[in-house]
T-cell receptor
């Protein structure tokens, strides 16, 4: 365990389903991130949260809806996804947005398959 | 934003040193170089970072050239468990924001 826990580890959902991915950290970090990694592609930064406020949304479709209720938890709500949304979704946290001296801590990811 | 260039793949014999290069010729004076690695289907793992001086920790050494336009990550005694994709990243303006490229796939062979 890295200190960042993601659940579930695997998820299969239909295109009409609604599901949520959960990320939890108890490292005392103030910034949290969602990344998407499609097959044979680099990680793509989706959302950035700092002190529970969304500070970045990298042109992500509205079928992905993030939520950060407190500094320890981050959710990614999913609805009406497409098969091309199948990917590994990774959560990360850092001390703050600058994190010059600490870097990011990543979770193990949720492997999502949309059928 | 400093862009990094890495070779797509490298092989290394088990027990030998693995030297992974990275070019970052547009790096600014106050931007750090970070290295992460991603073992298959896991989240990326922080390895090391540096600004100007060479750095060493329990995982690796980082050698940064004097002009800071390139760096080399050194795994002194590679093991099969070091097989992974290695990413060299320069967060823009020290924002800490990690933008991943394709990285270098290191294959450690017996």
């Amino acid at each position: 365990e890295t200190g960042v826990t993601q659940t579930p580890r695997h998820l299969v959902m239909g295109m009409t389903n609604k599901k949520s991915l959960k990320c939890e950290q108890h490292l005392g970090h103030n910034a949290m991130y969602w990344y998407k990694q499609s097959a044979k592609k680099p990680l793509e930064l989706m959302f950035v949260y700092s002190l529970e406020e969304r500070v970045e949304n990298n042109s992500v479709p509205s079928r992905f809806s993030p939520e950060c209720p407190n500094s320890s938890h981050l959710f990614l709500h999913l609805h009406t996804l497409q098969p091309e949304d199948s990917a590994l979704y990774l959560c990360a946290s850092s001390q703050d947005l600058s994190s010059v001296n600490y870097g990011y801590t990543f979770g193990s990811g949720t492997r999502l398959t949309v059928v | 934003d400093a862009k990094t260039t890495q070779p797509p793949s490298m092989d290394c014999a088990e027990g030998r040193a693995a030297n992974l290069p990275c070019n970052h010729s547009t790096i600014s004076g106050n931007e750090y170089v970070y290295w992460y690695r991603q073992i298959h289907s896991q989240g990326p793992q922080y390895i090391i970072h540096g600004l100007k001086n060479n750095e060493t920790n329990e995982m690796a050494s980082l050698i940064i050239t004097e002009d800071r336009k390139s760096s080399t990550l050194i795994l002194p005694h590679a093991t099969l468990r070091d097989t992974a994709v290695y990413y060299c990243i320069v967060p823009p303006g020290n924002t800490g924001k990690l933008i991943f490229g394709q990285g270098t796939t290191l294959q450690v062979k017996p």
